[in-house]
């Protein structure tokens, strides 16, 4: 082989190479961003889940515009998606948490639902993560890694 044969041989498995490089960091990007929308879907799923809760009369099994006594069930505590926890303080950090089925013991008018995901967050190093704030009459999200 000529010395421009091995020049062009050597080129294209440089050129494959980057791509392979590229297409594997755009696989895990998407991942990510595909399990955070996920958990995210599914706390907003469990806020409307919570504000039913708080609508209903106590009589038919409800809060009685209260969040007090509200908790996932077992089944809601982690799916494919990931973990979910309930809780009346404000979730902080990128730490990993469990799936909880604790109930909400004060009569709370907020209550924060938090999510840990599959995939490794933004950092590097925890899990993606993000919280809903439920009130009686709203639902906000915030993404913590």
Not at 59 to 76: I, T
Request: aromatic letters at 8%; proline letters at 3%; charged letters at 10%.
């Amino acid at each position: 082989m000529g010395q421009q044969q091995l020049l062009l041989i050597v080129l294209g498995v440089i050129i494959v190479g980057i791509a392979i490089a590229v297409g594997v960091t755009m696989f895990k990007s998407s991942a990510v961003d595909t399990n955070r929308q996920a958990v995210i879907s599914d706390l907003v799923n469990f806020a409307a889940k919570a504000q039913r809760y708080y609508r209903t009369p106590s009589e038919l099994g409800g809060g009685a515009q209260s969040f007090k006594n509200f908790y996932l069930s077992p089944v809601d505590t982690g799916n494919a998606n990931g973990s979910y926890s309930v809780s009346t303080s404000q979730p902080s950090g990128t730490a990993y948490v469990a799936g909880s089925t604790t109930k909400v013991g004060s009569a709370a008018s907020t209550i924060y639902i938090v999510g840990c995901g599959k995939e490794t967050g933004d950092n590097g190093s925890d899990p993606v993560k993000a919280y809903v704030k439920v009130t009686a009459d709203s639902i906000s999200t915030t993404i913590l890694n």
